[in-house]
């Protein structure tokens, strides 16, 4: 069977059990039952499982695969941040985009990040990376892949993980209302291609890397401010972007 067969003749039985050992809140779970039981997850699976029992470091740990789901369950999604794949070398991925844990040095991706989000609603610059208290606060801290090998940046890229996003950013697409999608980079606006505009904000630039960022388009896009008056324009709380220090 090909890594992408979609044939795919299971039972309810045999699709409950599968959701069963899902760790997912129960509302996305409910929502991305069709996919999580899937021949394509049944493949990523596999290869996941094969990754995980070699001689390679895989990040994030297992245990943090889908900590951006279980931080910020469906019906509390108001911000959806896309990010790539996990950072790559050890200690930083922990299964939520751009976040590293709080001992780790912040990469200098987040760096301009929160430098742009301090230059845009003035929030104290925070002494680290640790994006928890947004993931808490309704964003979606999103990586297209949720898995890497150590030092091999996109090498999880094509096993699945793919179809498996596409599916998330559907849902959230098609089950709430006046949703912020910021994209950073060509790849992530690629991947947003299909979001509704009539139901939700789009905000764009490019990857805050610096050899993207320093071109110019990053520094100066108010993506945080925009957010918080859209959220607000459509009865909602803003997010308090503030890291706690």
């Not at 900590?67 to 369950?73: G, Q, R, V, W, Y």
């Not at 760096?111 to 609603?121: F, H, S, T, Y």
């Given at each position: 069977?090909?890594?992408?067969?979609?044939?795919?003749?299971?039972?309810?039985?045999?699709?409950?059990?599968?959701?069963?050992?899902?760790?997912?809140?129960?509302?996305?779970?409910?929502?991305?039952?069709?996919?999580?039981?899937?021949?394509?997850m049944d493949n990523l699976r596999a290869f996941l499982k094969e990754e995980y029992q070699s001689q390679n470091s895989i990040y994030p740990p297992a245990h943090l695969m889908f900590?951006?789901?279980?931080?910020?369950?469906l019906s509390q999604v108001k911000v959806v941040i896309l990010g790539q794949d996990?950072?790559?070398?050890?200690?930083?991925?922990?299964?939520?985009?751009?976040?590293?844990?709080?001992?780790?040095?912040k990469p200098p991706?987040?760096?301009?990040?929160?430098?742009?989000?301090?230059?845009?609603?003035?929030?104290?610059?925070?002494?680290h990376g640790d994006l928890t208290h947004w993931a808490q606060e309704g964003v979606l801290l999103l990586n297209s892949s949720l898995t890497v090998k150590e030092g091999e940046p996109n090498s999880h890229q094509n096993k699945g993980w793919e179809q498996f996003t596409d599916a998330v950013i559907d849902v959230v697409n098609e089950q709430t209302e006046h949703t912020v999608f910021i994209l950073w980079g060509s790849k992530a606006q690629k991947k947003g291609k299909y979001?509704?505009?009539d139901k939700h904000l789009i905000l764009t630039a490019v990857h805050p890397s610096p050899l993207a960022a320093n071109r110019g388009g990053f520094f100066g896009s108010k993506p945080f401010s925009k957010t918080n008056d859209y959220l607000s324009q459509h009865g909602q709380t803003p997010i308090d972007w503030q890291l706690p220090q």
């Open positions: 069977m090909g890594l992408f067969d979609e044939t795919n003749t299971k039972t309810p039985e045999q699709k409950q059990a599968i959701l069963d050992k899902v760790r997912l809140p129960e509302d996305w779970k409910t929502a991305l039952a069709d996919e999580l039981t899937s021949a394509n900590n951006a789901f279980n931080l910020t369950p996990p950072y790559h070398r050890p200690g930083q991925a922990m299964g939520l985009s751009f976040s590293v844990p709080k001992a780790i040095p991706s987040l760096n301009n990040v929160l430098k742009e989000m301090a230059d845009d609603i003035g929030t104290q610059h925070s002494a979001i509704d505009t």
